[in-house]
């Protein structure tokens, strides 16, 4: 079979571990998850995200539509701003969560998840009739690179003019790195200060752009990361992952993404009438994180048991070794009564039962060490 | 991965699941995992040992080797009872990345059957073939 291949491709196919990841040929490591990780969480490190879906959606009515399809709020929005979001079925199953950026009254820039490149895009046309609204795919003519970590803003800084320091979190600037047009968003996937570095007009065909502002980076004192570390990275951060933590039979408020939902917000979105049901009703699962206290790694379809281990709670969603940590940790849902922090429980590993109790996991890590609100 | 160069002594005898397998020279075996085992695993990070004492049969599962992504069951090559696990890995799983067939070494059993497990085994040189069929 033939894998589709990033803006980056080059590079990985010299320096990377290349795995079929969701049909493209991407780096899981280029020295090795452990050191990448840790690289990110105390320095910094650049993925390839190229494969990311990017659409521009543009036209009088864009607000009125994405407010429909997403559940935040994105009339409160100022130019070049960005938020966090779900987008819901009718049933209030997650389609995705993506991020929208307000470049101009008319214009959004929209990114969202590589595995659902193909399904948003047409989630997005599909519900865009009746609204005076163009969309564009241009997840191909745009590369993606993540700048993260602490050193992010000096070592980006080091290949662009544009003062980086005025770009505030969620925000998205214009800027001329390595001399190419860019956009970068001060968002991530990390949980650490950073960047997502957009290179724009950079087709898959002619990708020396992109190439060009991966290697600057490089030079400027970046480590390049695999998509082992990403996974590990965002874990310890709390952050879903599509297909894991959330899908399309998990609605938000049992994810724990109730900060995303404006149920007030004017003109309602797909999927409110449903999820209002939920709210009044009450949630019968929960998201909750778990440390692992005895011995084991969680891995995801684990099974959650209760403290006597004797009844099956739940599963296990996403986990793995917490490298930052040292210790195992997991997400996944357990019934809402049993959420309480401190609860615990027992997961599964193979024939042992391991002790576990749920934890603060929003993030793992205690917040004023690692991460983006770190004290400097 | 391709060309990667993986050692496999003479000697010792391997499994499919690339396990392998030294008879010393008093009857008893001692296990671990390939070096091609743990260059595909990469950074390991934690490992399940078989218990001590248990009587296991050839192939089944006894324990585990992990890294950050990935799970690997370690399957018994010999039928027997366990006398001694590698307590160390516990505290340094990496051993068995920095010497697979030394100090990574993983268990050690009284085999009740090696004649007949030696069925299910290859030599250095079948286990080389093996190897290098894999991943193409």
Known sequence: MDLKKTHIYAYHAEHGNIVD?????????????????????????????????????????????????????????????????VMLKPDAGIVDDLITYKMSEEEFFIVYNAA???????????????????????????????????????????????????????????????????????????????????????????????????????????????????????????????????????????????????????????????????????????????????????????????EAGERVIGEVTSGGMAPTLGYGIAIGYVPRELRKIGTPVKIRIRSRLVDGKIVKSHPFYDDSVYGWKREK | MMGEEYKIPDGLLYTEEHEWVRVEGDGTVTIGVTDYAQKQLHEIVYVELPDVEADVEQMSVVGAVESVKAVSDLNCPVSGAVLEVNDELLDSPELINEDPYGEGWIAKLRPSDLDGDKVRLMDAESYGKHVAEQGH
């Open chain 1, 21 to 85: 990841f969701g049909g493209y040929a991407l780096p899981v490591w280029f020295k090795g998850i452990i050191p990448e990780h840790h690289a990110v969480r105390n320095g910094v490190g650049i993925f390839d995200t190229s494969h990311m879906g990017r659409t521009f959606a543009k036209g009088s009515e864009v607000v009125k539509f994405l407010n429909w399809v997403v559940t935040n709020d994105v009339s409160r929005l100022g130019a070049m701003e960005g938020l966090y979001t």
């Open chain 1, 116 to 306: 659902n490149r193909e399904k948003d895009f047409a989630w997005l046309k599909e519900n865009s009739g009746g609204f005076d609204v163009e969309l564009r795919d241009v997840s191909d003519e745009i590369a993606m690179i993540a700048v993260q970590g602490p050193k992010a803003e000096e070592t980006l800084q080091r290949i662009t003019e544009d003062d980086l320091s005025e770009v505030g979190r969620f925000n998205l600037a214009r800027l001329t790195v390595s001399g190419y047009k860019c956009m970068a968003a001060r968002t991530g996937y990390t949980g650490e200060d950073g960047f997502e570095v957009f290179v724009l007009d950079c087709s898959l065909e002619r990708p020396e752009k992109a190439l060009k502002v991966w290697s600057g980076l490089l030079e400027a004192g970046a480590v390049p990361v695999g998509l082992g570390a990403r996974d590990s990275l965002r874990m310890e951060a709390g952050l879903n992952l599509y297909g894991n933590d959330i899908t399309e039979e998990i609605n938000p408020l049992e994810a724990r993404l109730r900060w995303v939902v404006k149920f007030k917000k004017e003109g309602g979105f797909i999927g409110r009438e449903v999820l209002q049901g939920v709210r009044e009703a009450g949630v019968d699962r929960s998201q909750v994180g778990i440390q692992v206290v005895g011995r084991g790694i969680p891995r995801q379809h684990y099974e959650i048991l209760d």
